[in-house]
Protein backbone atom coordinates (compact mmCIF):
# COMPACT_ATOMS: atom_id res chain seq x y z
CA UNK A 1 0.00 0.00 0.00
CA UNK A 2 1.05 3.58 -0.98
CA UNK A 3 1.78 6.29 1.47
CA UNK A 4 -0.06 9.01 1.43
CA UNK A 5 3.02 11.61 1.70
CA UNK A 6 6.22 11.41 -0.55
CA UNK A 7 8.83 13.84 1.46
CA UNK A 8 11.76 14.02 -1.21
CA UNK A 9 15.19 15.33 -0.34
CA UNK A 10 17.96 16.24 -2.76
CA UNK A 11 21.44 15.97 -0.63
CA UNK A 12 24.74 16.83 -2.26
CA UNK A 13 27.68 17.17 -0.03
CA UNK A 14 25.10 17.65 3.00
CA UNK A 15 27.00 15.83 5.55
CA UNK A 16 26.99 18.71 8.42
CA UNK A 17 23.13 18.56 8.71
CA UNK A 18 21.41 15.78 6.48
CA UNK A 19 21.11 13.48 9.53
CA UNK A 20 19.22 16.69 11.23
CA UNK A 21 17.24 17.35 8.39
CA UNK A 22 16.55 13.33 8.83
CA UNK A 23 15.82 13.72 11.94
CA UNK A 24 13.09 16.12 11.56
CA UNK A 25 11.35 14.07 9.65
CA UNK A 26 11.24 11.02 11.35
CA UNK A 27 9.78 13.25 14.30
CA UNK A 28 6.67 14.12 12.54
CA UNK A 29 3.62 13.73 14.33
CA UNK A 30 2.03 12.83 10.93
CA UNK A 31 3.91 9.11 10.14
CA UNK A 32 2.63 7.98 6.92
CA UNK A 33 5.38 9.12 4.14
CA UNK A 34 8.16 7.74 2.77
CA UNK A 35 11.19 9.34 2.86
CA UNK A 36 13.14 9.30 -0.42
CA UNK A 37 16.44 11.34 -0.29
CA UNK A 38 18.39 12.01 -4.00
CA UNK A 39 22.19 11.77 -3.00
CA UNK A 40 23.14 14.31 -5.89
CA UNK A 41 26.94 13.01 -6.92
CA UNK A 42 27.65 13.84 -3.17
CA UNK A 43 31.30 13.49 -2.85
CA UNK A 44 31.94 13.81 1.11
CA UNK A 45 30.27 11.43 3.86
CA UNK A 46 26.48 12.11 2.62
CA UNK A 47 26.23 8.37 1.59
CA UNK A 48 28.26 6.78 4.37
CA UNK A 49 25.86 9.04 6.98
CA UNK A 50 22.72 7.98 4.66
CA UNK A 51 23.28 4.57 5.04
CA UNK A 52 23.50 4.28 8.72
CA UNK A 53 20.28 5.51 9.33
CA UNK A 54 17.87 2.56 10.08
CA UNK A 55 14.27 3.53 9.01
CA UNK A 56 12.18 1.22 6.27
CA UNK A 57 10.42 4.66 5.30
CA UNK A 58 14.46 5.53 3.97
CA UNK A 59 14.92 5.28 0.41
CA UNK A 60 18.39 6.56 -0.89
CA UNK A 61 18.93 6.57 -4.28
CA UNK A 62 21.83 7.96 -5.56
CA UNK A 63 22.86 10.08 -9.01
CA UNK A 64 25.38 11.79 -10.40
CA UNK A 65 25.27 15.66 -10.03
CA UNK A 66 22.53 17.51 -11.75
CA UNK A 67 21.50 20.53 -9.40
CA UNK A 68 18.84 20.53 -7.30
CA UNK A 69 15.87 21.16 -9.55
CA UNK A 70 17.38 17.92 -11.66
CA UNK A 71 17.35 16.39 -8.42
CA UNK A 72 13.80 17.10 -7.20
CA UNK A 73 12.27 16.17 -10.38
CA UNK A 74 14.22 12.48 -9.83
CA UNK A 75 12.37 12.44 -6.46
CA UNK A 76 9.16 13.02 -7.67
CA UNK A 77 9.82 10.19 -10.65
CA UNK A 78 10.09 7.98 -7.51
CA UNK A 79 7.35 9.04 -5.19
CA UNK A 80 4.23 6.79 -5.01
CA UNK A 81 2.38 9.10 -2.28
CA UNK A 82 -0.94 11.18 -2.84
CA UNK A 83 1.04 14.27 -1.21
CA UNK A 84 4.27 15.13 -2.25
CA UNK A 85 6.46 17.72 -0.26
CA UNK A 86 10.40 18.75 -0.62
CA UNK A 87 12.57 19.34 2.59
CA UNK A 88 16.41 20.84 1.17
CA UNK A 89 19.04 18.55 3.12
CA UNK A 90 19.68 21.61 5.86
CA UNK A 91 16.08 22.62 6.88
CA UNK A 92 14.01 21.59 9.60
CA UNK A 93 10.61 20.86 10.21
CA UNK A 94 8.70 21.22 13.45
CA UNK A 95 7.01 18.04 14.52
CA UNK A 96 3.28 18.84 13.19
CA UNK A 97 4.32 20.43 9.98
CA UNK A 98 3.39 17.28 7.80
CA UNK A 99 -0.02 16.90 9.94
CA UNK A 100 -1.08 20.33 9.57
CA UNK A 101 -0.71 20.65 5.45
CA UNK A 102 -2.59 17.44 4.79
CA UNK A 103 -4.99 18.33 7.27
CA UNK A 104 -5.54 21.74 5.19
CA UNK A 105 -5.75 19.64 2.12
CA UNK A 106 -8.31 17.30 3.22
CA UNK A 107 -10.28 20.53 4.39
CA UNK A 108 -10.16 22.06 0.93
CA UNK A 109 -10.29 19.29 -1.72
CA UNK A 110 -9.75 22.06 -4.15
CA UNK A 111 -6.79 23.12 -3.67
CA UNK A 112 -3.66 21.77 -4.80
CA UNK A 113 -0.85 23.30 -2.66
CA UNK A 114 -0.89 23.91 1.20
CA UNK A 115 2.04 26.21 2.91
CA UNK A 116 3.08 27.26 6.29
CA UNK A 117 5.42 29.77 7.65
CA UNK A 118 8.84 29.85 8.54
CA UNK A 119 11.40 30.94 10.69
CA UNK A 120 14.74 32.00 8.99
CA UNK A 121 18.14 30.20 11.28
CA UNK A 122 21.68 30.72 10.49
CA UNK A 123 24.03 28.34 9.79
CA UNK A 124 24.57 26.74 13.60
CA UNK A 125 21.04 26.59 14.11
CA UNK A 126 21.10 29.30 17.12
CA UNK A 127 19.54 32.37 15.69
CA UNK A 128 15.89 33.08 14.68
CA UNK A 129 14.04 35.42 13.08
CA UNK A 130 10.43 35.10 11.57
CA UNK A 131 8.97 35.72 8.12
CA UNK A 132 6.06 37.90 6.49
CA UNK A 133 3.61 36.19 7.83
CA UNK A 134 0.84 36.76 4.64
CA UNK A 135 -2.38 35.09 4.65
CA UNK A 136 -2.82 34.38 0.90
CA UNK A 137 -5.72 31.59 -0.36
CA UNK A 138 -7.16 30.51 -3.54
CA UNK A 139 -6.40 32.33 -6.58
CA UNK A 140 -2.97 33.44 -5.28
CA UNK A 141 -1.41 33.89 -8.76
CA UNK A 142 -0.70 37.68 -8.34
CA UNK A 143 0.35 37.36 -5.13
CA UNK A 144 3.32 34.87 -6.60
CA UNK A 145 3.93 37.56 -9.17
CA UNK A 146 5.05 40.09 -6.97
CA UNK A 147 7.17 37.73 -4.42
CA UNK A 148 7.64 34.58 -3.39
CA UNK A 149 6.02 33.95 -0.18
CA UNK A 150 6.43 30.61 0.09
CA UNK A 151 10.22 31.76 1.06
CA UNK A 152 11.95 28.51 0.33
CA UNK A 153 11.61 24.63 -1.34
CA UNK A 154 11.29 23.30 1.92
CA UNK A 155 7.65 24.62 2.21
CA UNK A 156 4.52 23.68 0.80
CA UNK A 157 3.03 20.59 0.41
CA UNK A 158 1.60 19.62 -2.70
CA UNK A 159 -1.44 17.29 -4.20
CA UNK A 160 0.64 14.58 -6.86
CA UNK A 161 -2.70 15.34 -9.39
CA UNK A 162 -1.42 19.01 -9.17
CA UNK A 163 2.10 18.06 -9.83
CA UNK A 164 1.07 15.76 -12.45
CA UNK A 165 -0.81 19.11 -14.15
CA UNK A 166 2.06 21.32 -14.29
CA UNK A 167 5.69 18.29 -15.39
CA UNK A 168 8.48 19.02 -14.14
CA UNK A 169 10.82 21.81 -11.96
CA UNK A 170 12.45 23.76 -15.33
CA UNK A 171 16.21 22.81 -14.88
CA UNK A 172 17.74 25.42 -16.87
CA UNK A 173 17.14 27.86 -13.95
CA UNK A 174 20.07 28.00 -11.13
CA UNK A 175 17.94 30.37 -9.19
CA UNK A 176 14.09 30.79 -8.22
CA UNK A 177 13.44 27.65 -9.70
CA UNK A 178 10.84 26.70 -6.53
CA UNK A 179 9.54 30.23 -6.88
CA UNK A 180 8.78 29.23 -11.12
CA UNK A 181 7.37 26.42 -10.05
CA UNK A 182 5.10 27.28 -7.71
CA UNK A 183 4.13 30.22 -9.72
CA UNK A 184 2.83 27.61 -12.38
CA UNK A 185 0.43 25.58 -9.62
CA UNK A 186 -0.91 28.67 -8.94
CA UNK A 187 -1.98 29.30 -12.66
CA UNK A 188 -4.26 26.15 -12.41
CA UNK A 189 -4.89 25.30 -8.51
CA UNK A 190 -5.81 27.34 -5.60
CA UNK A 191 -3.74 27.51 -2.41
CA UNK A 192 -4.59 27.32 1.54
CA UNK A 193 -2.20 28.48 4.07
CA UNK A 194 -1.09 26.88 7.79
CA UNK A 195 -1.12 29.91 9.45
CA UNK A 196 1.55 29.32 11.66
CA UNK A 197 5.80 29.36 11.66
CA UNK A 198 6.44 25.43 10.67
CA UNK A 199 9.41 25.58 8.41
CA UNK A 200 13.04 26.30 9.82
CA UNK A 201 14.97 27.71 6.58
CA UNK A 202 19.00 27.83 7.04
CA UNK A 203 20.65 30.92 5.66
CA UNK A 204 23.98 30.30 4.64
CA UNK A 205 26.76 33.14 6.22
CA UNK A 206 29.16 34.69 3.95
CA UNK A 207 28.91 34.87 -0.16
CA UNK A 208 30.70 35.52 -2.93
CA UNK A 209 29.47 38.73 -5.04
CA UNK A 210 29.52 36.24 -8.36
CA UNK A 211 26.96 33.63 -6.41
CA UNK A 212 24.62 37.00 -6.22
CA UNK A 213 25.01 38.08 -9.91
CA UNK A 214 23.75 34.62 -10.82
CA UNK A 215 20.56 35.26 -8.47
CA UNK A 216 19.85 38.46 -10.09
CA UNK A 217 20.39 37.09 -13.58
CA UNK A 218 18.08 34.14 -12.88
CA UNK A 219 15.86 36.34 -11.37
CA UNK A 220 15.84 39.19 -14.12
CA UNK A 221 15.17 36.21 -16.31
CA UNK A 222 12.44 34.48 -14.79
CA UNK A 223 10.45 37.66 -14.32
CA UNK A 224 10.55 37.84 -17.75
CA UNK A 225 9.46 34.75 -18.81
CA UNK A 226 6.43 35.16 -16.15
CA UNK A 227 4.99 38.57 -17.00
CA UNK A 228 5.14 37.71 -20.97
CA UNK A 229 2.73 34.33 -19.67
CA UNK A 230 0.97 36.65 -17.35
CA UNK A 231 -2.52 37.78 -18.42
CA UNK A 232 -3.14 40.76 -19.33
CA UNK A 233 -4.59 42.08 -16.55
CA UNK A 234 -1.67 41.27 -14.20
CA UNK A 235 1.00 42.50 -16.32
CA UNK A 236 1.21 46.25 -14.63
CA UNK A 237 2.60 44.53 -11.70
CA UNK A 238 6.06 44.20 -13.30
CA UNK A 239 7.98 47.05 -12.17
CA UNK A 240 6.60 46.19 -8.58
CA UNK A 241 7.70 42.42 -8.80
CA UNK A 242 11.27 44.06 -10.01
CA UNK A 243 11.54 46.42 -7.18
CA UNK A 244 11.15 43.56 -4.82
CA UNK A 245 13.92 41.60 -6.44
CA UNK A 246 15.93 44.77 -6.26
CA UNK A 247 14.87 44.49 -2.79
CA UNK A 248 15.64 41.42 -2.14
CA UNK A 249 19.42 41.57 -4.10
CA UNK A 250 20.42 44.62 -1.77
CA UNK A 251 19.59 42.02 1.60
CA UNK A 252 21.61 39.60 0.28
CA UNK A 253 24.72 41.81 -0.60
CA UNK A 254 24.30 43.30 2.94
CA UNK A 255 24.05 40.29 4.76
CA UNK A 256 26.20 37.82 2.80
CA UNK A 257 28.99 40.29 1.55
CA UNK A 258 30.55 42.26 4.80
CA UNK A 259 32.41 45.38 4.89
CA UNK A 260 31.94 47.99 2.60
CA UNK A 261 31.78 46.85 -0.76
CA UNK A 262 28.44 44.92 0.21
CA UNK A 263 26.94 47.85 2.02
CA UNK A 264 27.88 49.41 -1.27
CA UNK A 265 26.41 46.96 -4.12
CA UNK A 266 22.98 46.76 -1.55
CA UNK A 267 22.60 50.45 -1.68
CA UNK A 268 22.77 50.18 -5.20
CA UNK A 269 20.47 47.69 -5.61
CA UNK A 270 17.90 49.18 -2.92
CA UNK A 271 18.02 52.66 -5.26
CA UNK A 272 16.88 50.78 -8.12
CA UNK A 273 14.08 49.01 -5.98
CA UNK A 274 12.78 52.48 -4.92
CA UNK A 275 13.39 54.11 -9.01
CA UNK A 276 11.27 51.25 -10.05
CA UNK A 277 8.62 51.52 -7.73
CA UNK A 278 8.43 54.14 -5.00
CA UNK A 279 6.02 53.26 -2.98
CA UNK A 280 8.03 50.62 -1.88
CA UNK A 281 9.61 52.30 0.72
CA UNK A 282 6.39 52.45 2.72
CA UNK A 283 7.33 48.38 3.44
CA UNK A 284 8.64 47.70 6.78
CA UNK A 285 11.58 45.62 5.12
CA UNK A 286 12.34 48.12 3.34
CA UNK A 287 12.29 50.59 5.88
CA UNK A 288 14.48 48.24 8.06
CA UNK A 289 16.90 47.87 5.17
CA UNK A 290 17.24 52.03 4.72
CA UNK A 291 18.13 52.05 8.20
CA UNK A 292 20.83 49.26 8.42
CA UNK A 293 22.71 51.21 5.42
CA UNK A 294 22.15 54.00 6.91
CA UNK A 295 23.78 53.27 10.03
CA UNK A 296 26.55 51.46 8.01
CA UNK A 297 27.29 54.57 6.80
CA UNK A 298 27.70 57.12 9.84
CA UNK A 299 29.21 54.14 11.79
CA UNK A 300 32.24 52.26 10.51
CA UNK A 301 30.67 48.96 8.85
CA UNK A 302 32.35 46.83 11.64
CA UNK A 303 30.75 48.57 14.85
CA UNK A 304 27.40 48.55 12.96
CA UNK A 305 27.78 45.29 12.08
CA UNK A 306 28.56 44.14 15.68
CA UNK A 307 25.04 46.84 16.72
CA UNK A 308 23.12 45.30 13.87
CA UNK A 309 23.96 41.48 15.21
CA UNK A 310 23.45 42.31 19.16
CA UNK A 311 19.79 43.63 18.12
CA UNK A 312 19.01 40.54 16.20
CA UNK A 313 20.49 38.22 19.40
CA UNK A 314 17.86 40.16 21.61
CA UNK A 315 15.24 39.37 18.49
CA UNK A 316 16.07 35.83 18.68
CA UNK A 317 15.98 35.58 22.07
CA UNK A 318 12.26 37.05 22.02
CA UNK A 319 11.48 34.11 19.34
CA UNK A 320 12.71 31.70 21.65
CA UNK A 321 10.87 32.79 25.00
CA UNK A 322 7.52 33.53 23.03
CA UNK A 323 7.52 30.22 21.54
CA UNK A 324 5.15 27.55 23.41
CA UNK A 325 7.89 24.69 23.13
CA UNK A 326 11.41 26.33 23.39
CA UNK A 327 13.06 23.15 22.66
CA UNK A 328 11.43 23.14 19.09
CA UNK A 329 14.22 25.96 18.45
CA UNK A 330 16.86 24.05 19.51
CA UNK A 331 18.81 22.36 17.34
CA UNK A 332 20.21 19.95 20.12
CA UNK A 333 16.12 19.00 19.47
CA UNK A 334 16.40 17.27 16.35
CA UNK A 335 20.61 16.02 16.38
CA UNK A 336 19.16 14.20 19.47
CA UNK A 337 16.66 12.13 17.75
Known amino acids: MSPQISVIIPAYNAERTILETIASAQQQTFSDFELIVINDGSTDGTLE???SVEDPRLKIFSYSNGGLPVARNRGISQASGEFITFLDADDLWTPDK????????????????????????????????????VTFEGNVYSNLLLGNFLESGSNPL????????????????????????????????????????????????GAMSSNIEVAEKYHLIFIERAFQSAPLESRSLKNQSLANIYE????????????????????????????????ILFKKKTQSLVFKLVLIRVLSPNIASNLLQFISKIRATRIKNSHNDKALLSKDNFSAL
Open 248 to 279: FLAQLYLTRLPGVSGAKLARQKLQTAIAMYPQ
Open 98 to 133: LEAQVAALQQHPEAGLAYSWTYFMDDKGESFHTSNT
Open 158 to 205: IRRQAIDTVGEFDSTLKYCEDWEYWLRLAARWPFVVVPKQQIFYRQTS
Open 49 to 51: LLN
